[in-house]
């Protein structure tokens, strides 16, 4: 079980009761250059949580300690979302996602959020899961930026190269598709920046911890940024 570190504390907004779904937003992926300046390096025990795996036929490397800072980490702290024990609690402006716990505890992950303008807000359910996905990007991706979306008009199979990681989360509202998803990456070093065409991003080592925790239908509760 991981160990509870002290938690920042997670600003009580209200919450939006219908989605914001900005054209863009569906098939979630910006790509981002390795940053120059290193994040200071999370002790070892912390960065065993991101080693090497292999998961379905594909594997997935270590992430560089340098790459992970150590707010990121994966860790248990105190819940302060006021949510019900088994809902997901995605607050972008501090790029935290909560998996509310029992006993006033909260399993939180740092994740990577939408760039300014392709913000999601709201409540959604899990859908649908999906190991190792398939990825397409949007029209509207494609219309935006042809030269580097149009050859994946097509769809791209799962695999070590595909943006959306080792898993997703398919969020969904009154039955249908918000094109929102909570998936891997494999740029870790984008973790805890704003950088995804709408959706939010984690490390694969962390999503697919997520996974295993988190069934269909579970509620997903997007705070405003």
């Known amino acids: 079980m991981d160990s509870p570190p002290a938690s920042p504390l997670l600003s009580r907004r209200g919450l939006f009761t219908t989605l914001v779904l900005p054209l863009a937003l569906g098939a979630c992926v910006?790509?981002?250059?390795?940053?120059?300046v290193k994040a200071p390096r999370v002790a070892p025990a912390d960065a065993?949580?991101?080693g090497a795996l292999d998961d379905g036929g594909f594997r997935i490397p270590?992430?560089?300690?340098?790459?992970?800072?150590?707010?990121?980490?994966?860790?248990l702290v105190k819940d302060t979302t006021g949510q019900e024990p088994?809902?997901?609690?995605?607050d972008p402006r501090n790029r935290f996602l909560y998996l509310v716990q029992e006993n006033g505890k909260a399993l939180r992950y740092?994740?990577?959020?939408?760039?300014?303008?392709?913000?999601?807000?709201?409540?959604a359910n899990v859908?649908?899961?999906?190991?190792w996905p398939s990825w397409r990007p949007t029209d509207a991706m494609i219309a935006r930026e042809p030269a580097k979306y149009r050859p994946w008009v097509g769809g791209m199979a799962g695999g070590e190269t595909n943006p959306l990681g080792a898993r997703a989360l398919y969020l969904f509202?009154?039955?249908?598709?918000?094109?929102?998803?909570?998936?891997?990456?494999?740029?870790p070093w984008t973790i805890g920046e704003a950088v995804s065409s709408g959706c939010i991003r984690m490390m694969n080592q962390d999503v697919i911890d997520l996974y295993r925790r988190v069934p269909s239908g579970t509620k997903v509760v997007v705070l405003p940024v």
């Open 30 to 36: 910006t790509t981002q250059d390795r940053p120059p």
């Open 48 to 50: 065993a949580r991101y």
């Open 62 to 75: 270590a992430a560089d300690p340098d790459d992970i800072k150590p707010r990121n980490v994966r860790q």
């Open 86 to 90: 088994g809902t997901l609690v995605v």
């Open 110 to 123: 740092g994740v990577g959020v939408g760039r300014e303008g392709l913000e999601f807000s709201g409540t």
């Open 127 to 131: 859908g649908n899961k999906r190991e």
């Open 173 to 187: 509202k009154d039955g249908k598709d918000t094109l929102y998803r909570i998936h891997g990456t494999n740029e």
